[in-house]
């Protein structure tokens, strides 16, 4: 192996047998510099030691290689290493005795001392989940994915692990445009088709795309999920939030913003719950074509819908004004970081353009999404997940019943959450506050809007509690409504 280090001039051959991460670590490690005509040999190594010693990136009792080995490594004499060591002998940042190799003997007294490390503030242990934004953690298909997961890398060709193509595998590309035709009513082909580690990064790459396109004003619903917000403005672009009531976004309010893009969740808005009305959708498609724009569906959850059939999505009705993202964080898990974003024919090219620096998700997880949904495994896991979410909103909403008689709840339809309506005068921020600290996590449904409103709500995730947990989460619910909500909760329930 060659090695050249930067100082010596020269070049060297170190020994093959001679472990080559060690060679290398040192010579990156000591940085001896160029030769400078005024220090010599030996004091920039001594130099470059003793800063290697007061950084820490030397630490105590950390051996240093014998000199005759640092020698041959470096390419210079064993006596400038000798030199160089017995120099940090007698400063005593080295110490060396007879036997044993020479050692680092000192530490920088400008390391923090460990207990001084900052701590994180400790937060109480969450007994109960009901907070929304979470899938059923508890049945991820392990085995199954695990064997997508195997099978894929035994079966990937060479080339699939070279570098990989930024908008994704073209196999999960051409599975993902048969599973949206299908199951959504989507119009996408392989090459609409682009693969992105979720909803969030599907929209940060769709803004970009639209504001190298002109477009440097988007809508989004209020309330809202306050990521999609923060993705559109770290693309540079500028907000509008829209109201939403029982019908969805409110079209009418969109028109009187100067944006021309908007996102919409037109099979379950976040966190209200609400369908868009098939006369808010055919506005919203007039909508983009009259202003020359897009609508962006964010289609984070609509596999769960209980009481119908799926609502087919937007995107079916104009596929060249509507973008359609979606992920696997509502159905397996956000951790697997996948998604997908389905583009207008005119604007796959502004896309890629706008991107080209945007990483695919690892190609072997691409593959693995493919394997699982082409042999039905997918299929199998909504099917029992819709199941499963089914009986499980209906033990929620029944045992809310009971617990708060007082209270409304909506937005049951579909999804993984819905919204509990409390009396006007509730105080919900301190409710939070109290379950927090008794261990139930929820939301408010203030948090999702850019301004609190007089409609009190609790947004309530039933994804990722257990059936056995509901009943006593309930309870707990109620008894911090009482007691931190007192006025309109006098002896609910009891
Ligand atoms: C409204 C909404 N859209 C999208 C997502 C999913 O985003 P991602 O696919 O980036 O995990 C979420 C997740 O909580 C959400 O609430």
């Known amino acids: 192996m060659m090695i050249t280090v930067g100082g010596f001039g020269s070049t060297v051959r170190s020994n093959p047998m001679a472990d080559s991460q060690t060679n290398l670590a040192w010579a990156t490690l000591l940085d001896i510099g160029p030769p400078d005509g005024r220090r010599r040999l030996h004091d920039r190594l001594a130099h470059a030691l003793r800063t290697a010693v007061r950084t820490g990136r030397l630490t105590l009792g950390a051996a240093v290689p014998p000199s005759r080995a640092?020698?041959?490594?470096?390419?210079?004499?064993?006596?400038?290493?000798?030199?160089?060591?017995?120099?940090?002998i007698a400063e005593g940042y080295l110490v060396a005795r007879v036997g044993s190799a020479t050692r680092v003997s000192w530490t920088p007294h400008t390391a923090p001392p460990r207990s001084a490390a900052?701590?994180?503030p400790s937060r109480p242990p969450i007994r109960y989940d009901l907070a929304p934004g979470l899938p059923d953690l508890r049945s991820f298909p392990r085995r199954r994915w695990a064997d997508a997961v195997r099978t894929v890398t035994g079966s990937a060709v060479h080339?699939?692990?070279g570098l990989p193509d930024p908008a994704g595998h073209a196999v999960l590309r051409t599975t993902l445009a048969q599973y949206l035709?299908?199951?959504?009513?989507?119009?996408?082909?392989?090459?609409?088709?682009?693969?992105?580690?979720?909803?969030?990064?599907?929209?940060?790459?769709?803004c970009r795309a639209l504001r190298a396109e002109g477009i440097t004003d988007l809508a989004l619903e209020d309330p809202g999920w306050g990521r999609l917000r923060d993705?559109?403005?770290?693309?540079?672009?500028?907000?509008h939030p829209v109201p939403?009531?029982?019908?969805?976004?409110r079209v009418e309010d969109l028109e009187r913003t100067p944006a021309r893009a908007v996102v919409v969740g037109a099979a379950h808005q976040f966190p209200a719950g609400t369908v868009l009305s098939p006369a808010r959708r055919a506005r919203l498609v007039r909508w983009a074509r009259a202003v020359d724009g897009f609508v962006i569906e964010d289609d984070y959850d609509a596999e769960f819908r209980y009481d119908h059939h799926p609502v087919a999505v937007l995107q079916g009705m104009d596929p060249s004004r509507v973008f359609?993202?979606?992920?696997?964080?509502?159905?397996?898990?956000?951790?697997?970081?996948?998604g997908w974003l389905v583009a207008p024919a005119a604007m796959t090219r502004a896309l890629r353009a706008a991107n080209t620096v945007a990483a695919a998700p690892p190609v072997l997880d691409q593959l693995a999404l493919a394997t699982f949904i082409d042999r039905g495994w997918y299929d199998a896991h909504l099917r029992a997940a819709r199941r499963r979410f089914r009986s499980r909103r209906d033990l929620l909403v029944h045992t809310l019943a009971i617990h708060m008689p007082h209270s409304r709840v909506a937005g049951t339809a579909a999804g993984l959450h819905l919204l509990l309506h409390l009396p006007d005068a509730t105080d919900t921020r301190a409710a939070v506050q109290a379950a927090t600290a008794a261990g139930l996590r929820l939301a408010d449904l203030d948090d999702y809007r850019t301004e609190p409103s007089p409609q009190r709500a609790l947004v309530l995730g039933y994804g990722n509690i257990s059936d056995t947990e509901i009943p006593p989460a309930v309870a707990l619910l109620g008894e911090v409504l009482r007691t931190a909500a007192p006025r309109p909760w006098p002896d609910a329930g009891r």
Do not use: F
């Open 181 to 206: 035709q299908r199951s959504r009513g989507a119009e996408a082909y392989a090459h609409s088709v682009s693969v992105c580690a979720g909803i969030t990064d599907g929209l940060v790459r769709t």
């Open 118 to 120: 900052p701590r994180t």
């Open 231 to 239: 993705a559109a403005t770290s693309a540079g672009l500028r907000v």
């Open 70 to 88: 640092l020698a041959e490594d470096l390419g210079c004499s064993r006596w400038v290493v000798t030199q160089a060591y017995a120099q940090l």
């Open 159 to 161: 080339y699939d692990l």
């Open 324 to 338: 359609l993202l979606g992920s696997v964080s509502k159905t397996l898990s956000p951790a697997l970081g996948l």
């Open 244 to 249: 939403v009531d029982h019908d969805g976004l």
